[in-house]
């Protein structure tokens, strides 16, 4: 989601997901990065809307909040499996016999890819600090149900 529009706030929830702020000079935007959104360049796509609105990439600020870091990511077969198709296996991390994905990583690609010089990447893992977070993965695994959500906004005022 973009807006111009002053008082108007965005926003949206997560639990493991990545929330994502953009700032440019007229704009300022906010995305829900999941692993689907981000293997389908919801990223890449949002840089492009701004930049079809006359926003300068090399303007834009980007700040990623709390999301499930790569230590606690744990992928199975079929997961891996895609992440090759989509020739991002370099973003798959081994440790003993298990394999988790570098989702910090592959945001960092992504903003680079397009230009983006001005970040900040949270390395706050959700999943790691359920006493400060929820996380969606954490409450599966032990509480086994849903859980909350955390809640990012952005506007202009």
Not at 64 to 82: N, Y
Not at 88 to 100: A, H, L, Q
Not at 117 to 128: F, G, L, R
Request: proline letters at 2%.
């Amino acid at each position: 989601m973009i807006t111009k529009k002053k008082g108007v706030l965005l926003g949206i929830l997560t639990a493991d997901c990545a929330p994502m702020i953009i700032i440019g000079e007229k704009y300022v935007g906010i995305i829900h990065i999941g692993w689907k959104g981000l293997l389908d360049g919801i990223i890449e796509n949002t840089i492009i809307e701004l930049r079809k609105k006359s926003e300068r990439v090399d303007n834009l600020i980007c700040l990623v909040g709390p999301h499930l870091q790569g230590k606690s990511f744990i992928i199975q077969k079929d997961f891996e499996k895609m992440l090759i198709k989509k020739n991002k296996k370099k973003y798959v991390i081994k440790i003993k016999e298990k394999k988790f994905f570098n989702f910090s990583k592959l945001i960092l690609h992504s903003l680079k890819s397009m230009g983006i010089k001005k970040y900040e990447i949270s390395k706050i893992d959700t999943y790691s600090n359920p006493e400060l977070f929820f996380s969606y993965r954490y409450s599966k695994y032990y509480d086994g149900c849903d859980c909350g959500r955390q809640i990012s906004v952005v506007g202009i005022i």
